[in-house]
């Protein structure tokens, strides 16, 4: 692996490769802690046989071990570290706050806010001092686990990427209210687990659930004061040990994680974690001491230059890993082989991805981790998913990751949602319906490359999209200052909840006219949970703190609820029968009848090239051969099904009379999002495609 000269700073020795965390050998356990600027490191164990303190052996530079014959699984204990402090140069060592150990495999429980955990505090003098106070008793234990699990001869379902639905989900906030759940077991790993959700998600067609952060995580300061949790956890500070406010019996949470994967993987689902390796709980400089900071905080993170040991924060949390470093590097690969080949999870989502490729000058698509994951055999059939942004300069990289990554299509979302709206861009909404081959093909990546979708955890709800035009934030405690002012969405004429018919019709069609376009472009779609249903957060677009109903998947039965998952259903089964939706080429269009695509008009004309720049055209009408692999292109064939798509984000109706096409003699209406129960036969008038409607024809060549 090839390493630029400017990314690392020291190193790692090839000889000092043996496992982190604590090991269970099934005899003893041996302790292994990095740290480079510490002077002394304490381990403190806890048992119902009693406890003990023992000091770590310096068995090489940077390297802290002990081996405890006495120490079996669930054994808890923690870290006290001692060494300089010099907070201008990032050293803020204090022995008086127990540390937890960066490679726990399990955190026995929840961080509850207390002042104690703070290591260090400002004088009215502006001076920095040690806080003396023990927090031995303010912060979760790590535990000794038992690697052994019995997966049951548990295998990967291995969905290919172009085959591949994935449906966004929080494991509580899918379950919790979900009345077929045994109670116990709501918002839980192994409530996701229950038949009633697989059957869900089975029924719905989705190959893969990415879930919400399931590292464990802890609540930050300022909500723990006014009530409020990290409910989405992207405060991670166990990056090997799944959350254990997801277990439904203590201590259970790493085998109750596996149980889970494994009945997924039963189901042919795959499991995707959102991983948040950019940044910790720890958060800023005046953050909690609760791992990395009390252990060797100027190894750790990145201190930003000319400002006496603060952060570079590029993530907009507080602070940065620096994956720079040797010690950071082989820590983020190490999690991920964990994860991947411990505990059988396909698939990583990077939470703010560009963060972990900057190096002196600015992201670095060679990164040495890229690198790295891409040659190492553990990775082979993992998927790999960037969110391509961060909050550092330059920070927008859609298209630019390297072979073998897909990225959340930020850009997909964009367009789609402006388009409905009546926004316009119809150039641009075609290029993404065909796979955004002008942000993905530059890089030599499929289609595939591109994960699009509507919504996602962070904004509005598809339900809400078609509901507010302002975030409503107020319940977060911030004055609605939180969350992002830009939404792309429209209420249709009332902001909120309403019971005006027409405007009740009007976001009916469009949330139909939303699903209809991801279900049938190019690319790999994502759901984000409880769309399928309605779900709304009342206008949230920044729920991160909303651990109650606002959140949560209500899955209360009703009539138009049935009626909207049957709908999204039958678009997405729709798409399974289309193999030009899964054709891992990009397509050209052209006006020849062998062309996967050709563009026209309402009215069966052939589109222009100065149609596509006319500001004042909302509707386009696009055939394409829906039998198409992408391997064999030729004039369509007796037997073989065309579409004809058509779409109008404007707000005047037209009436479609499809093109003249050889072997053809009818068409059929299959989709009609004005009116979504019509079907059969196009007669010679035509059809009518209203006002933020989507139509899909379907015509089979004759012989």
């Known amino acids: 692996m090839t390493q630029p000269a400017d990314f690392f700073h020291g190193a790692l020795e090839p000889e000092?490769?043996?496992?982190?965390?604590?090991?269970?050998?099934?005899?003893?356990?041996?302790?292994?802690?990095?740290?480079?600027?510490?002077?002394?490191?304490?381990?403190?164990?806890?048992?119902?046989?009693?406890?003990?303190?023992?000091?770590?052996?310096?068995?090489?530079?940077?390297?802290?071990?002990?081996?405890?014959?006495?120490?079996?699984?669930?054994?808890?204990?923690?870290?006290?570290?001692?060494?300089?402090?010099?907070?201008?140069?990032?050293?803020?060592?204090?022995?008086?706050?127990?540390?937890?150990?960066?490679?726990?495999?399990?955190?026995?429980?929840?961080?509850?806010?207390?002042?104690?955990?703070?290591?260090?505090?400002?004088?009215?003098?502006?001076?920095?001092?040690?806080?003396?106070?023990?927090?031995?008793?303010?912060?979760?234990?790590?535990?000794?686990?038992?690697?052994?699990?019995?997966?049951?001869?548990?295998?990967?379902?291995?969905?290919?990427?172009?085959?591949?639905?994935?449906?966004?989900?929080?494991?509580?906030?899918?379950?919790?209210?979900?009345?077929?759940?045994?109670?116990?077991?709501?918002g839980t790993y192994l409530g996701l687990a229950c038949e009633p959700v697989i059957a869900h998600l089975r029924a719905l067609g989705v190959?893969?659930?990415?879930?919400?952060?399931?590292?464990?995580?802890?609540?930050?300061?300022?909500?723990?004061?006014?009530?409020?949790?990290?409910?989405?956890?992207?405060?991670?500070?166990?990056?090997?040990?799944?959350?254990?406010?997801?277990?439904?019996?203590?201590?259970?949470?790493v085998d109750e994680f596996r149980e889970m994967v494994r009945r997924l993987h039963a189901a042919g689902i795959e499991v995707i974690l959102d991983v948040v390796y950019n940044h910790t709980g720890e958060g800023s400089y005046d953050g909690p001491t609760v791992a990395f900071r009390g252990l060797d905080n100027a190894s750790w993170y990145r201190l930003a230059p000319h400002q006496r040991g603060r952060y570079e924060d590029v993530t907009g949390c507080g602070n940065t890993l620096d994956v720079r470093r040797p010690l950071v590097h082989r820590f983020i690969v190490d999690s991920l082989r964990y994860w991947a080949l411990e505990m059988h999870v396909d698939g990583f989502r990077f939470d703010l991805a560009p963060a972990l490729a900057r190096d002196g000058r600015g992201f670095a698509v060679d990164a040495p981790l890229f690198q790295e994951l891409a040659a190492d055999p553990a990775f082979a059939h993992v998927k790999l998913i960037a969110e391509p942004w961060d909050l550092g300069t330059d920070g927008y990289r859609l298209g630019q990751f390297p072979p073998g990554w897909a990225e959340w299509n930020g850009k997909y979302r964009d367009a789609v949602r402006r388009f409905w709206r009546g926004g316009g861009g119809l150039g641009e909404v075609a290029a993404r319906l065909t796979g955004s081959s002008d942000i993905f093909e530059r890089t030599g990546r499929p289609p595939q490359a591109g994960v699009n979708f509507i919504t996602c955890h962070d904004g509005f709800t598809l339900a809400d999209v078609v509901a507010f035009e302002q975030k409503h934030n107020e319940a977060n405690g911030e004055d609605n200052r939180d969350g992002s002012d830009w939404n792309e969405s429209r209420n249709w004429g009332v902001e909120g909840p309403t019971d005006v018919r027409r405007v009740l019709a009007m976001r009916s069609r469009v949330r139909r006219s939303l699903m209809a376009t991801l279900a049938l472009s190019l690319g790999v779609p994502m759901l984000l949970h409880g769309d399928e249903l309605g779900r709304t957060q009342l206008g949230n677009n920044n729920a991160y703190c909303q651990d109650s109903a606002l959140s949560w998947v209500d899955w209360t039965p009703s009539e138009a609820r049935d009626e909207w998952f049957g709908f999204v259903r039958r678009v997405l089964a729709l798409r399974r029968g289309a193999?030009?939706?899964?054709?891992?080429?990009?397509?050209?269009?052209?006006?020849?009848?062998?062309?996967?695509?050709?563009?026209?008009?309402?009215?069966?004309?052939?589109?222009?090239?100065?149609?596509?720049?006319?500001?004042?055209?909302?509707?386009?009408?696009?055939?394409?051969?829906?039998?198409?692999?992408?391997?064999?292109?030729?004039?369509?064939?007796?037997?073989?099904?065309?579409?004809?798509?058509?779409?109008?984000?404007?707000?005047?109706?037209?009436?479609v009379q499809p093109p003249a096409l050889a072997g053809v003699s009818g068409w059929m209406l299959l989709l009609d999002t004005a009116t979504p129960a019509a079907a059969g036969v196009v007669g010679e008038a035509g059809v009518r495609l209203a006002p933020h409607a989507l139509l899909l024809l379907e015509a089979v060549v004759g012989r």
């Open 16 to 186: 000092l490769a043996g496992p982190f965390g604590a090991i269970w050998d099934g005899s003893g356990t041996t302790f292994r802690v990095w740290s480079a600027n510490a002077t002394s490191l304490e381990l403190l164990l806890r048992s119902p046989q009693g406890s003990m303190a023992v000091p770590l052996g310096n068995e090489a530079p940077g390297i802290w071990s002990a081996y405890m014959p006495a120490a079996e699984p669930g054994t808890r204990y923690g870290l006290r570290a001692d060494g300089p402090f010099l907070p201008e140069a990032g050293h803020v060592f204090n022995p008086a706050k127990l540390l937890l150990d960066p490679y726990a495999r399990a955190i026995d429980g929840p961080l509850r806010w207390d002042d104690r955990l703070l290591g260090y505090r400002l004088t009215p003098d502006g001076v920095l001092l040690r806080d003396p106070a023990d927090s031995a008793d303010a912060l979760p234990w790590a535990v000794v686990v038992d690697g052994a699990f019995d997966w049951r001869g548990d295998a990967p379902p291995a969905v290919p990427w172009h085959r591949t639905v994935i449906y966004e989900a929080h494991v509580k906030g899918l379950t919790r209210l979900h009345p077929d759940v045994p109670p116990e077991l709501r």
């Open 207 to 253: 190959t893969a659930v990415e879930l919400m952060p399931v590292h464990h995580a802890i609540d930050n300061a300022h909500l723990a004061r006014v009530g409020l949790t990290n409910y989405w956890g992207y405060a991670t500070v166990g990056f090997f040990a799944p959350d254990a406010r997801f277990a439904s019996r203590p201590g259970a949470q």
């Open 579 to 655: 193999p030009l939706l899964a054709c891992r080429t990009y397509l050209p269009a052209g006006a020849t009848p062998a062309a996967p695509w050709r563009w026209f008009g309402p009215g069966g004309e052939e589109l222009s090239p100065q149609d596509w720049s006319d500001p004042g055209r909302h509707a386009v009408l696009a055939l394409l051969r829906p039998d198409l692999d992408g391997v064999t292109v030729t004039a369509p064939e007796p037997g073989e099904r065309v579409w004809l798509l058509g779409l109008n984000g404007g707000s005047r109706s037209h009436v």
